[in-house]
């Protein structure tokens, strides 16, 4: 396992960070807000593919850079500090991961090219309920000649709203709860019987549900192998879960530098409130959560780049650990600011709202314990 | 039995192993019994023969203490041999030979503030195990006040004479040497202090042994009548004690949360989830039927698992050059709280068997987790208490000032 950056990985985290910053401040997404955007922006999505941010993990050959999971995981922690709105975690990771982990040569030739571009974006769509549980897909895949006929609901999918191709989890076997069964499809944004609606959610970021009356598709859009689409989707879906760690991390370390420079600077009782110990103490312990979920965070970045075979528990500890963090740091965010924490002016309530969103997508800290005690057998 | 450390680490590696093979006894690759530890000294009995043969090769090789200098009887090997010789102790599961304040704190401590005199005399001796020494910091009105000590030390010509008391002395009517801070100058706080060395045996000390909650008597109030202290056990400058006094405190945090607890279960103790699934039971998916003891529990291997990762994190920082006190300042508040969750859950998914003291009834291993429960709740007082930690924390990482 490897915490220490290399060359390029650095060299990228800086590009990125000056990045969220002088493009992508926290007053940009007030912008997106407030111009009733849901967290849209073309313009941004241009320059970072410029950037190649959507091709990191896409390999060379089909126009990627193909960095890694440590690399993009510095990308995620940078737009996580500025909460800022963009498509990487459906496109760039998970998108990308299924095509890369499942896609035929063909499919991976058409699609991988035009995500590495920021031509296309992704969103994959698993959930159906209103709490994470990718077993539980009941969307049904009829086999119908050559293709396949598809009928379901999908709720809150993260950027649906403005993706252009949908990877969507159906069951063509089996029944919900069973990992066999389950196929993935693709399924273009303009698909016959597809309806999206768009969401307008608590962190201005934007999300979808999907209806799916009678969707044809043909056969050469699936992904993966058929009833076998579980073991391209657990994968890809434990890397954007170790995105969206990184990612709430970056929250969390803005969050948190936001609140200490407050108390560094705000007086009461002619004193700081920095020098109460109440306080102290309380700032002390979630800079102690950070430091740990820092390194739960870039071990599993880099055990997927290093093929461990614990990814799965990597990911679970770095999502849950993640999760608990963002809620802790969010709260006492708006807690230490006072009054002006609860104000729409001020940004603690920005990041406590993307906070809960970041904690809810892919699994909160309570799917994750779960997770991880299954699989370590108990 | 002499080692010629190869400067090869492939060779190296190889010699060691070589070595361990033919030195290390077969009962010191079992797993270490809490009644079979080695804490050397005079008093030393030696439970397990083997046990002193085994200190008395690794002593003899210096490495009990690896990394310090050959000239004082280390190991004088540099970072990565020193690496190679962990590793290949922890793969054939050595013992530990030697616990030793010695080692973890003053031996450290004076390689970097003692004089050469000093060195070679004290050094050799702790590297052996031949000398156990305890710690004289605290005392009835200075705890995490500690620069509030009071003991008396006056400059008589010839020696220096002491009069006052220490408590919470660890081990005070085991250890044969003792370091302790001693008061030299009444009119300033921090800078009156000094760093003074004796013998146990000097007329005048004398160790009376407190009982813990847990049963055991590890630490004694230590009283000091007219003790005369030799000139020459002054470490450092007069008056200016703190400064190591603090190094000190630096080195006995690190070793503490490097895993050198009291009430870590010790041996023969299963993970909590293991007796979870034996007293609670499972449901037909295998999941430990209490959902919200199984969630706890998750939680602190999670924990342990976070703390793990972020020993190996700053170790590999520290090797790539880049500052690591950031997480070395967190890293004994957060050793005593994943410690004491452990125990806290070990009594609780034991059930009523983790509820026994001493007798026939409760077994052994329930026993030792019971106990092992109770002498945790000293991780968070021990070496500075976690409200100490975490001003330090505060104040010298987050840059938050005091009170004007
Ligand atoms: C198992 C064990 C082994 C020990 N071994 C040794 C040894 O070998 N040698 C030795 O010299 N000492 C030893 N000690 C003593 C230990 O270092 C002290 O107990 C410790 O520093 C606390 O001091 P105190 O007991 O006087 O508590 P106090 O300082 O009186 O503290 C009481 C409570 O007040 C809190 N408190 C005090 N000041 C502050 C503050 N500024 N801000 C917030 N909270 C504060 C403390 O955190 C604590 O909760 C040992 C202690 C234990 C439990």
Redesign the pocket.
Known sequence: MSFVLSEDQQMLRDTAMAFARDEMPVTHLRELRDGGANGVDAEMRGKLAELGFFGVLVPEEHDGVGLGMVAMGQIMEAQGRTIAATPLLQTAVIGASVLILGGSEAQKAEWLPKIASGEVTVAVAVDEGTHHAPLNVATEAERNGQGYTLNGAKRFVADGHHADIFIVAARTFGEAGQAHGISLFLVPNDADGLSVQALNTVDSHGAAHLTLEDVAVSEDHVVGAVDAGWEVLEPALDRGRIALAAEALGSAQAAFDMTLEYMQTRKQFGQLIGSF?SLQHRAAKMFTELELTRSCVAAALSGVDENRNDVAELASLAKARASDLIHLVSNETVQFHGGIGMTDAHDSGLYMKRARVQEALLGGASYHRDRYAKLNGF | MAFDAPEDLDEFRTSVRDWLEENCPPSMRTPLKDDEIVWGGTREKFKNPESKLWLERMGEQGWTAPEWPAKYGGGGLNKAQARILQQELRKIRARPALFSFGLWMFGPALLEFGNEEQKKRYIPDIVKGKTRW?????EPGA???LAGLQTKCEDKGDHWLINGQ?V???YADQADWIFCLVRTDKTVKHEGISFLVFDMETEGVEARPIKLISGSSP?CETFFTDVKVPKDQLVGELNAGWTIAKRLLQFERSSISAGGF?GTGGSGILPPQEYAKQHVGVDESGRVADGDLRARITEHLMYSKAFGLTVQRSTEEAKAGQEVGHTASIMKYAAAKMNQDKCELLVEALGTDGLGWDGDGFADDAKKATRGWLRSK?NS?????S??NL?VVAKRVLGLREHQ
Do not use: A, L, R, V
Not at chain 2, 134 to 138: H, K, N, R
């Open positions: 110990q | 305890c710690q004289g910091y605290s705890g995490s006040d220490k919470w002395t660890s630490f009291g000293g007082i021990e070496g500075g208490t409200e100490i001003n």
